[in-house]
């Protein structure tokens, strides 16, 4: 039996990357404090978002006293399980591993270019 494959080393050399236009833009959501399955879902923003959008998100955990202060690596265990762009919005679903709520937020990247 053989161990995990050494993961593949992939030079920004041999990708084709996105330029990354005006029509792209980034975003935060507080949540407040929540646990277990939550659905925000970002609205506008300063582009149109439509089905075609390229959406990423990540969660993290923020200072519960400090709503929009630096996000941090906490014990919880925090993930985006799924991101729905749909015309003028991003439906989010979200999974917070923790027996008390939290105070979390999502950060989105929305790129139309």
């Given at each position: 039996?053989?161990g995990?494959?050494?993961p593949?080393?992939?030079?920004?050399d041999?990708?084709?990357?996105?330029?990354?236009?005006?029509?792209?833009f980034?975003?935060?959501?507080?949540l407040?404090?929540?646990?277990?399955?939550?659905?925000?879902?970002?609205?506008?923003g300063?582009t149109?978002?439509?089905?075609?959008?390229?959406v990423?998100?990540?969660i993290?955990?923020?200072?519960?006293?400090?709503?929009?202060?630096?996000?941090?690596?906490?014990?919880?265990?925090?993930?985006?399980?799924?991101?729905?762009?749909?015309?003028?919005g991003?439906?989010?679903?979200?999974?917070?591993?923790?027996?008390?709520?939290?105070?979390?937020?999502v950060d989105?990247?929305?790129?139309?270019?």
């Amino acid at each position: 039996m053989s161990g995990p494959a050494a993961p593949r080393k992939v030079s920004l050399d041999d990708v084709r990357p996105t330029v990354i236009g005006s029509q792209s833009f980034a975003a935060r959501i507080d949540l407040g404090l929540l646990k277990g399955v939550a659905d925000p879902d970002l609205l506008g923003g300063p582009t149109p978002l439509t089905p075609d959008s390229r959406v990423f998100a990540s969660i993290a955990e923020y200072p519960a006293d400090k709503p929009g202060a630096p996000k941090f690596m906490g014990s919880a265990k925090m993930s985006v399980l799924n991101l729905v762009p749909y015309h003028h919005g991003v439906l989010t679903r979200i999974f917070i591993d923790w027996p008390q709520p939290l105070a979390a937020a999502v950060d989105f990247l929305v790129i139309n270019d």
